[in-house]
Nanobody
Framework: VQLQASGGGWVQAGGSLRLSCAAS?????????MGWFRQTPGKEREFVAGLGRFGASTDYADSVKGRFTISRSNAANTVDLQMNNLKPGDTAVHYCGAKLRGFGVSRTDLEYTEWGQGTLVTVSS
């Protein structure tokens, strides 16, 4: 599967952005577990949100719970991350990843084998 992330940009604190990850490949998109991660310079990539196969389960990092919503469209082969009430601490390069094995979401980036190129989100105070 090939992933293409988009939707990053600059926003003031309290604003919203919507990230999108488009997938292409031969395997049925719904069979992938999808995740969003983010990374800042000098830090490990951290889990943000994930969606299980066919949307059967979701998981969110505590830092974004109640503010971010992950969703997928199996017909359009996309997974989106709606980010509301953004904070300066959300500033990071955001990546979408696909986990090809298993059914549930993992918070470990090593379990995701396919990655998009990353899209930068900048939140100013």
């Amino acid at each position: 599967v090939q992933l293409q992330a988009s939707g990053g940009g600059w926003v003031q604190a309290g604003g919203s952005l919507r990230l999108s990850c488009a997938a292409s490949g031969e395997r049925t998109f719904g069979t992938y577990v999808m995740g969003w991660f983010r990374q800042t310079p000098g830090k490990e990539r951290e889990f943000v949100a994930g969606l299980g196969r066919f949307g059967a389960s979701t998981d969110y990092a505590d830092s974004v719970k109640g503010r971010f919503t992950i969703s997928r469209s199996n017909a359009a082969n996309t997974v989106d991350l709606q980010m509301n009430n953004l904070k300066p601490g959300d500033t990071a390069v955001h990546y979408c990843g696909a986990k090809l094995r298993g059914f549930g979401v993992s918070r470990t980036d090593l379990e995701y084998t396919e990655w998009g190129q990353g899209t930068l989100v900048t939140v100013s105070s």
